[in-house]
Protein backbone atom coordinates (compact mmCIF):
# COMPACT_ATOMS: atom_id res chain seq x y z
CA UNK A 1 0.00 0.00 0.00
CA UNK A 2 1.60 3.28 -0.62
CA UNK A 3 1.71 6.19 1.28
CA UNK A 4 1.01 9.49 0.29
CA UNK A 5 2.52 11.39 2.66
CA UNK A 6 6.13 9.80 2.38
CA UNK A 7 8.84 12.72 1.48
CA UNK A 8 9.15 12.02 -1.60
CA UNK A 9 5.53 12.32 -2.76
CA UNK A 10 5.77 15.65 -0.61
CA UNK A 11 8.83 16.22 -3.12
CA UNK A 12 6.60 15.15 -6.05
CA UNK A 13 3.92 17.70 -4.97
CA UNK A 14 6.27 20.24 -4.59
CA UNK A 15 4.94 20.77 -0.81
CA UNK A 16 9.09 20.90 -0.25
CA UNK A 17 11.94 21.73 -1.86
CA UNK A 18 14.92 19.49 -3.47
CA UNK A 19 18.30 20.11 -5.09
CA UNK A 20 16.97 19.05 -8.38
CA UNK A 21 19.55 17.65 -11.25
CA UNK A 22 16.94 15.87 -13.84
CA UNK A 23 13.68 15.84 -14.22
CA UNK A 24 11.24 14.52 -16.98
CA UNK A 25 7.31 13.17 -17.54
CA UNK A 26 8.28 10.05 -15.87
CA UNK A 27 11.40 10.84 -13.30
CA UNK A 28 12.93 13.45 -10.81
CA UNK A 29 16.04 13.44 -9.80
CA UNK A 30 17.93 15.37 -6.78
CA UNK A 31 20.90 15.35 -4.14
CA UNK A 32 20.29 13.24 -1.20
CA UNK A 33 19.77 15.36 1.92
CA UNK A 34 22.21 13.64 4.02
CA UNK A 35 25.01 12.61 1.75
CA UNK A 36 26.65 9.48 2.40
CA UNK A 37 29.33 10.00 -0.12
CA UNK A 38 31.00 12.96 -1.83
CA UNK A 39 28.14 12.92 -4.66
CA UNK A 40 24.89 11.22 -3.98
CA UNK A 41 21.82 11.49 -5.75
CA UNK A 42 18.67 9.95 -5.84
CA UNK A 43 16.19 9.50 -9.40
CA UNK A 44 12.83 8.53 -8.57
CA UNK A 45 9.75 7.47 -10.61
CA UNK A 46 6.89 10.41 -10.64
CA UNK A 47 4.24 7.25 -10.18
CA UNK A 48 3.54 5.79 -6.72
CA UNK A 49 5.02 3.08 -6.59
CA UNK A 50 6.76 1.70 -2.97
CA UNK A 51 9.56 0.02 -4.34
CA UNK A 52 11.67 -1.74 -6.85
CA UNK A 53 9.23 -5.12 -6.87
CA UNK A 54 6.14 -2.87 -7.38
CA UNK A 55 7.53 -1.03 -9.85
CA UNK A 56 8.54 -4.05 -11.91
CA UNK A 57 4.94 -5.35 -11.72
CA UNK A 58 2.92 -2.43 -11.72
CA UNK A 59 4.79 -0.07 -14.13
CA UNK A 60 3.98 0.85 -17.66
CA UNK A 61 6.75 -0.26 -20.46
CA UNK A 62 7.73 3.67 -20.73
CA UNK A 63 8.27 4.02 -17.09
CA UNK A 64 10.63 1.75 -16.69
CA UNK A 65 12.78 2.80 -19.80
CA UNK A 66 12.22 5.81 -18.75
CA UNK A 67 13.67 5.18 -15.25
CA UNK A 68 16.83 3.62 -16.60
CA UNK A 69 17.58 6.07 -18.94
CA UNK A 70 17.23 8.51 -16.39
CA UNK A 71 19.61 6.92 -14.83
CA UNK A 72 22.24 7.22 -16.84
CA UNK A 73 21.25 10.68 -18.31
CA UNK A 74 22.33 12.06 -14.57
CA UNK A 75 25.40 9.85 -14.22
CA UNK A 76 26.23 12.36 -17.70
CA UNK A 77 24.63 15.53 -15.81
CA UNK A 78 26.76 14.39 -12.80
CA UNK A 79 30.37 14.17 -14.87
CA UNK A 80 30.82 10.43 -13.25
CA UNK A 81 30.47 8.13 -16.25
CA UNK A 82 34.19 8.11 -16.68
CA UNK A 83 35.20 7.77 -12.76
CA UNK A 84 32.56 5.22 -12.15
CA UNK A 85 29.62 4.79 -9.77
CA UNK A 86 27.35 2.48 -7.48
CA UNK A 87 23.32 2.26 -8.41
CA UNK A 88 21.34 0.60 -5.62
CA UNK A 89 18.04 1.02 -4.07
CA UNK A 90 16.69 -0.53 -0.68
CA UNK A 91 13.74 -2.39 -0.86
CA UNK A 92 11.88 -3.58 2.88
CA UNK A 93 12.71 -4.36 6.09
CA UNK A 94 16.13 -6.16 5.41
CA UNK A 95 16.49 -3.94 2.29
CA UNK A 96 17.08 -1.04 4.76
CA UNK A 97 14.27 0.92 2.99
CA UNK A 98 13.59 3.76 5.27
CA UNK A 99 11.42 6.28 2.20
CA UNK A 100 8.74 4.23 0.89
CA UNK A 101 8.75 5.66 -2.37
CA UNK A 102 10.82 3.47 -5.03
CA UNK A 103 14.31 5.32 -5.51
CA UNK A 104 17.55 4.33 -7.01
CA UNK A 105 20.83 6.24 -4.42
CA UNK A 106 23.71 7.14 -7.17
CA UNK A 107 26.59 7.37 -4.75
CA UNK A 108 30.12 8.50 -6.61
CA UNK A 109 32.91 11.29 -6.57
CA UNK A 110 35.05 8.93 -4.44
CA UNK A 111 36.35 5.54 -4.71
CA UNK A 112 33.67 3.25 -2.62
CA UNK A 113 34.54 1.00 -0.30
CA UNK A 114 32.82 -2.74 -0.13
CA UNK A 115 29.72 -3.45 -2.11
CA UNK A 116 28.01 -4.96 1.80
CA UNK A 117 29.95 -3.68 5.33
CA UNK A 118 28.67 -6.01 8.10
P1 LIG B 1 16.53 4.54 1.90
O1 LIG B 1 17.13 4.19 3.23
O2 LIG B 1 17.07 3.70 0.78
O3 LIG B 1 15.03 4.57 1.95
O4 LIG B 1 17.05 6.00 1.57
C1 LIG B 1 16.33 7.16 1.84
C2 LIG B 1 17.22 8.33 1.48
O5 LIG B 1 16.42 9.48 1.37
C3 LIG B 1 18.30 8.63 2.53
O6 LIG B 1 19.58 8.57 1.90
C4 LIG B 1 17.95 10.05 2.99
O7 LIG B 1 19.08 10.82 3.29
C5 LIG B 1 17.17 10.58 1.81
N1 LIG B 1 16.24 11.66 2.11
C6 LIG B 1 15.32 11.70 3.10
N2 LIG B 1 14.62 12.86 3.05
C7 LIG B 1 15.11 13.55 1.99
C8 LIG B 1 14.81 14.82 1.40
N3 LIG B 1 13.85 15.62 1.91
N4 LIG B 1 15.52 15.22 0.32
C9 LIG B 1 16.49 14.43 -0.19
N5 LIG B 1 16.81 13.22 0.31
C10 LIG B 1 16.14 12.78 1.39
Redesign the pocket.
Known sequence: MYDENN?FAK?LRGE?P?NKIYEDQFVLA?????P?TKI?A?VIPKGAYVDLDDFSKKAKNEEIEALVRAIGKVADILGIVESGFRCL??KGHNG????PHL?F?IFAGEKLGRMINR
Open positions: IIICFKDINQHLTNGQEVHH
